[in-house]
């Protein structure tokens, strides 16, 4: 049920919860978007006779909330209806909860079980777990590579500034809905300079992402689709710029430094829970090199190249496997 809300809750967490009495369901909810009624509530809403609720059970993928965000604490309203027992999947890393809802409910009166399924429950909400204990976004790299190792052919010299397919239509559909699934995007220079992408979810209905584009000295032409103010836009660049455009940011970061942690570092201040790396060979290469990931989509595509850019180097373990057509889809986990 929590998986309803895959893509739309951001910055707050999925979260499922329903309601049992005698080993019946009576009630269930879900946390749509953000600002909006959480999991509990809408649980408690849909129980038709209410006088039930004080002999069942509620059981919540995530602790329920103690604190006064844009809803009020979910605690209350559990604690006012007089529901004695309370199932809580995992904690929750938010320092404002962080097991203060959970001593809520115990000081209460409410018998209190936590960790059912908590690996599960954990894995549901792997952005939201790692923005708040590791101070910044999920990471998921995603490329597409030929059948030889390429990412993409030899540049020519008057090339239009577009991408060159290595995947099918229906792999690139997938990639559409994946970036509706998460907050930012991120794409380096070069590429944005040799293919003008979009970076949108325009094959797929969905939030677009926030772009993030790497450009140290401003050489992105102001004409790129990157700079159209239809999607919020994080460019970072060495220095000041006077361009001005209502929905793009322009972050000032030291590229004689390491540049991860500072982008890193800006995201999660701007709430960022998620990215998608689809930057060129030096972008994905220099996340795999300082072991900053989590996860990597790699297609390969049914086409060979011969020579051009070779794709990016990585630990290929028990990766999962799937088949799209033509295509086939690597998925790793990085467990370090």
């Not at 103010?229 to 455009?245: D, G, L, M």
């Amino acid at each position: 049920m929590a998986e309803n809300g895959f893509g739309t809750t951001y910055p707050n967490p999925m979260v499922g919860s329903v309601i049992v009495y005698e080993n019946q369901i009576i009630g269930e909810g879900w946390h749509k978007k953000a600002g909006e009624p959480h999991a509990e509530v809408n649980a408690i809403r849909s129980v038709k006779d209410k006088s039930l609720l004080k002999k069942a059970t509620i059981y919540v993928s995530l602790e329920p909330c103690s604190h006064f965000g844009k809803t009020p604490p979910c605690c209350d309203l559990i604690i006012e209806h007089q529901i004695p027992n309370v199932v809580v999947g995992t904690v929750d890393p938010n320092e404002r909860v962080a097991g203060n809802g959970i001593k809520k409910l115990i000081a209460a009166g409410a018998n209190v079980t936590v960790g059912v399924l908590e690996k599960e429950c954990n894995e549901l909400n792997k952005r939201f777990f790692t923005f708040h204990q590791q101070k910044r976004p999920y990471i998921i790299l995603k490329w597409a590579e030929t059948l030889d190792g390429f990412l993409s052919p030899e540049k020519k010299i008057g090339q239009d500034r577009k991408p060159v397919w290595i995947t099918n239509t229906y792999s690139r559909q997938l990639v559409h809905k994946w970036r509706s699934e998460e907050q930012a995007i991120l794409a380096g220079t070069q590429t944005v300079i040799d293919d003008n992408p979009k970076l949108n979810t325009r094959d797929w209905s969905g939030n677009n992402p926030v772009r993030v584009i790497l450009d140290q000295n401003n050489r992105i032409s102001k004409e790129s689709f990157v700079f159209d103010n239809t999607v919020k836009t994080i460019v970072f660049t060495k220095s000041e710029t006077n361009i001005s455009a209502e929905n793009t940011n322009f972050e000032v970061i030291d590229f004689n430094q390491n540049i991860i942690p500072q982008i890193l570092a800006v995201l999660h201040q701007n709430q960022i829970q998620s990215i998608i790396i689809e930057g060129g060979l030096q972008t994905l290469q220099s996340f795999i090199d300082q072991n900053i990931w989590d996860e990597a989509r790699i297609f390969i595509g049914n086409i060979s190249f011969g020579k051009g850019t070779k794709a990016p180097i990585i630990q290929k373990n028990n990766p999962t496997k799937t088949y799209i057509q033509s295509d086939e889809l690597l998925n790793i986990r990085n467990h370090d």
